[in-house]
């Protein structure tokens, strides 16, 4: 009976193995000491006017939480699109009613005035 958990042994023990060996070959070949420029905060090769820990408006965190929400739509609506010849009119009935729900959503975060960046 525990023979058969022997190759998962072996699969957890390599791994771990390798985890390890990496990390132990990555610390000898990094470079001791950091220089000047190695420390400085990296954006895209622009020089940084400001310090890295700036605050940002709220409202740029809104954007990006809408985005998302409404980016998720589309994750919902391609198995739909992909079973819309089984669902017939139910499903195209369902996805209409998602729809309505994600568009009164979008219009009242615009009433709100969540959307402008200014």
Known sequence: MLQA?????????????????TLLLAGFVRPGKYGKVKLEPYECGI?????????????YYL????????????????PWAVIM?????????EMLIFLFILIVGY??????GALEWA
Not at 47 to 59: G, K, M, Q
Not at 66 to 74: K, M, Q, S
Not at 107 to 112: H, I, P
Request: net charge neutral; glycine share 4%; proline share 3%.
């Open 63 to 78: 954007v990006a939480m809408l985005f998302v929400i409404f980016d998720v739509e589309t994750v919902f609506m391609f």
């Open 47 to 59: 020089e940084p006017l400001t310090d890295a820990r700036d605050r940002y408006s709220i409202r």
């Open 107 to 112: 219009f009242y975060a615009w009433r709100k």
């Open 85 to 93: 010849d089984r669902l017939l009119v139910f499903g195209l009935v």
């Open 5 to 21: 958990y022997v190759p998962v042994l072996l699969f957890i023990l390599i791994a771990i193995g390798f985890a390890v060996v």
